[in-house]
């Protein structure tokens, strides 16, 4: 697992200083690395929100824009991101599954409780790794669904990906894109293309049809290309 970025969304000064308290030991205890963003209330943390989180721990109840209200307008923007509850009023933290939130924990904070709920969302991070990556866009980061992934193409030193939701542009080369994707699903069928085969629609001669887009496989990837492809086919259809 990578650093883990957590968001913190707390107004009172002693339960913050609980959970940068329990950050601290969970991350030295387990091994694992951290990068803590704090949030002093909903409002703060919604206002130009950026996709970039794997975790939020919320505050409910706060002054300005309650964890509710804040989390329901953060998931309109970000559906993948865990969030979990703190609060001392457990009747409002359950009502967190209208944000598919992952867990509550009621004020105050122990460490046991702490745990049990940082352990639940570090599997959940660990599923999600194997389905998404995150690339830099002006102005924040996305999360991309490599199942939603149809093809990516370097242009003018910018990796483009062609989405089932639309196409993203960021910096890179088509090899950094080729070590972010599954090699099984996934194959550069030239200079400036990676083409995922579950898209492929139709490969003829030197074009291969990808959600009805022509793409060029270079004479020296044809063979391997359709060698790829036929392997993959065969391996879905098990």
Do not use: W
């Amino acid at each position: 697992m990578n650093m883990l970025r957590i968001a913190t969304v707390e107004d009172d000064a002693n339960d913050l200083e609980a959970l940068r308290t329990h950050l601290s030991r969970y991350e030295k205890e387990n091994g694992l690395k951290f990068q803590v963003t704090e949030f002093r209330d909903g409002e703060d943390i919604v206002t130009d929100y950026s996709a970039e989180y794997d975790l939020i721990l919320m505050d409910i109840e706060m002054a300005f824009l309650n964890g509710m209200k804040a989390a329901e307008k953060i998931r309109e923007l970000d559906k993948d991101v865990i969030i979990i509850f703190i609060t001392n009023m457990p009747q409002y933290a359950i009502q967190g599954y209208k944000v598919n939130a992952l867990d509550y924990m009621l004020k105050p904070i122990s460490y046991f409780s702490f745990s049990e709920s940082m352990g639940r969302a570090l599997h959940r991070v660990n599923v999600q790794e194997k389905e998404f990556i995150t690339i830099a866009l002006k102005g924040g980061k996305k999360k991309l669904d490599i199942t939603q992934i149809c093809y990516v193409e370097v242009q003018d030193h910018l990796l483009l990906y062609h989405t089932t939701e639309g196409s993203f542009a960021t910096k890179g080369t088509i090899r950094d894109a080729e070590s972010q994707l599954d090699a099984k699903s996934f194959f550069r069928c030239n200079r400036c293309y990676l083409v995922n085969l579950e898209y492929v629609d139709n490969y003829m001669g030197s074009d291969v049809s990808v959600n009805g887009d022509t793409i060029q496989v270079s004479r020296s990837r044809r063979k391997p290309f359709l060698d790829a492809l036929n392997e993959y086919l065969n391996e879905v259809g098990k």
